[in-house]
T-cell receptor
Framework: DAKTTQPTSMDCAEGRAANLPCNHS???????VYWYRQIHSQGPQYIIH???NNETNEMASLIITEDRKSSTLILPHATLRDTAVYYC?????????????FGGGTRLMVKP | ETGVTQSPTHLIKTRGQQVTLRCSSQ?????VSWYQQALGQGPQFIFQ???????GRGNFPPRFSGLQFPNYSSELNVNALELDDSALYLC???????????????FGPGTRLTVL
């Protein structure tokens, strides 16, 4: 699976949009981009995933560049409860083993 | 719909002992994956079970073993515990279709294991 690069940490003001970038320049054509987040000492929570088109759900939006080498997770109106480590992961949809390879993630701090 | 559950929540063991952790998958899911998360690091893949057989393994020694039961629940067993085994152990369930397509993994809350 392709490696991802994310900033170590970011701050965001409560009520503002949080834009979390992820670089995945070696992504292959059949690899999906997944986002999870982990609030302190809890299990990772699935947020959203996509292949090439932008995606939106009740939690967030995922914007993938046309060349698919980077993406941005957008939390439109961040709240204090969105403070967490956000992981960007790329993986093949049908790979053997189906493991998720977590990097260091981005620690998002939402401030009042 | 029931989410992924794990037991126990916390566990303390001493070096050399054996431990069994349990996971119940989300309803409708047939695949279980186990991850180890050391303090301050991202989760690391241990192994995955599908149809009661190991279906992929990460870089963990054989003293880490598992089982999957007909109801798709799973156990993680660790023998000869070492201090470095202290971690949060996470279980994730997903659905693998007969076509081979694998869907999103959903995680449980984890079991915090402390080895003294």
């Amino acid at each position: 699976d392709a490696k991802t690069t994310q900033p170590t940490s970011m701050d965001c003001a409560e009520g503002r949009a949080a834009n979390l970038p992820c670089n995945h320049s070696t992504i292959s054509g059949n690899e999906y981009v997944y986002w999870y987040r982990q609030i302190h000492s809890q299990g990772p929570q699935y947020i959203i995933h996509g292949l090439k088109n932008n995606e939106t759900n009740e939690m967030a939006s995922l914007i993938i560049t046309e060349d698919r080498k980077s993406s941005t997770l957008i939390l439109p109106h961040a709240t204090l409860r969105d403070t967490a480590v956000y992981y960007c992961i790329v993986r093949v949809g049908n790979n053997a083993g189906n493991m998720l390879t977590f990097g260091g993630g981005t620690r998002l701090m939402v401030k009042p | 719909e029931t989410g992924v559950t794990q037991s126990p929540t916390h566990l303390i063991k001493t070096r050399g002992q054996q431990v069994t952790l349990r996971c119940s998958s989300q309803s409708g899911h047939n695949t279980v994956s186990w991850y180890q998360q050391a303090l301050g690091q991202g989760p690391q893949f241990i192994f995955q079970y599908y149809r009661e057989e190991e279906n992929g393994r990460g870089n963990f020694p054989p003293r880490f073993s598992g089982l999957q039961f007909p109801n798709y629940s799973s156990e993680l067993n660790v023998n000869a515990l070492e201090l470095d085994d202290s971690a949060l152990y996470l279980c994730a369930s997903s659905l693998q279709a007969t076509s081979g397509r694998r869907d999103t993994q959903y995680f449980g809350p984890g079991t915090r294991l402390t080895v003294l």
